[in-house]
């Protein structure tokens, strides 16, 4: 299994070690390009506004736009906005969100398509 640990800032250290324990292959994720090919994505909580600022300046917005979609999603600008708000809720109150994590919050604004 090819896990990604979103690597902007925080303990994504101890993520990925726990996650090479576990058996998982790991990609350390700071660029876009570095969300192909992955089974899941880790992003590891703290402080939500922080993770918002670098996400949107290393240009990786988009790809989780993206990923929501390919998790059978469609959501515009706003929906986005309220899932993304939402997950920065979560982040605050959780270490680690995982991908049901995002499907249940989009979930709660978007039925699948």
Not at 31 to 51: F, K, M, Q, Y
Not at 59 to 81: T, Y
């Amino acid at each position: 299994m090819r896990i990604g640990v979103l690597a902007l800032q925080g303990d994504f250290l101890e993520h990925s070690q726990m996650l090479r324990t576990l058996g998982a292959e790991v990609v350390e994720v700071r660029l876009p390009a570095d969300l192909e090919g992955l089974d899941g994505l880790v992003i590891p909580g703290g402080e939500s506004t922080t993770i918002a600022r670098l996400l949107i300046r290393y240009d990786l917005l988009e790809p989780l736009r993206q990923r929501i979609k390919d998790l059978g999603f469609h959501l515009d600008d706003e929906g986005l906005n309220k899932v993304f708000e939402q997950f920065k809720v979560l982040a605050d109150k959780k270490k680690t969100i995982f991908d049901a994590d995002i499907e249940a919050l989009a979930e709660a604004i978007s039925p699948r398509i």
